[in-house]
Nanobody
Framework: QVQLVESGGGLVQAGGSLRLSCTASGRTLGNYAMGWFRQAPGKEREFVAGIRWSSGRTSNSDSVKGRFTISRDSALNTVFLQMNSVKPEATAVYYC????????????????????WGQGTQVTVSS
């Protein structure tokens, strides 16, 4: 079992920055990929960014490329999502997730590949 706890959500103005954190416990993450997803009201959960823990390989959705950055700190067992130049359409509940599927050079981008999920943290971007 992997337990995931997100933090760092809140209210931010459009154009501002926010950093989300997700701390994992219960298992070493060497064979896992960590992902950030978001779900806005009335919409499906969508992939935002992911990182392969062992290799550090990352993947971002086209909608956030150049503005959001995913990283991890092995000593803290924590993955971060740095969100810059945020837009109102980024308003959503952001979820951290862990996947043990795939190879070390592959970052899964579908929600079904992730087996462990955090409780989510709300991000609201005001215009």
């Amino acid at each position: 079992q992997v337990q995931l706890v997100e933090s760092g959500g809140g209210l931010v103005q459009a154009g501002g920055s926010l950093r989300l954190s997700c701390t994992a416990s219960g298992r070493t993450l060497g064979n896992y990929a960590m992902g950030w997803f978001r779900q806005a009201p009335g919409k499906e959960r969508e992939f935002v960014a992911g990182i392969r823990w062992s290799s550090g390989r990352t993947s971002n959705s086209d909608s956030v490329k150049g503005r959001f950055t995913i990283s991890r700190d092995s000593a803290l067992n924590t993955v971060f999502l740095q969100m810059n130049s945020v837009k109102p359409e980024a308003t959503a509940v952001y979820y951290c997730a862990a996947s043990n599927a795939g190879f070390s050079f592959v970052v899964p981008t579908t929600a079904t590949a992730y087996v462990y999920w955090g409780q989510g943290t709300q991000v609201t971007v005001s215009s």
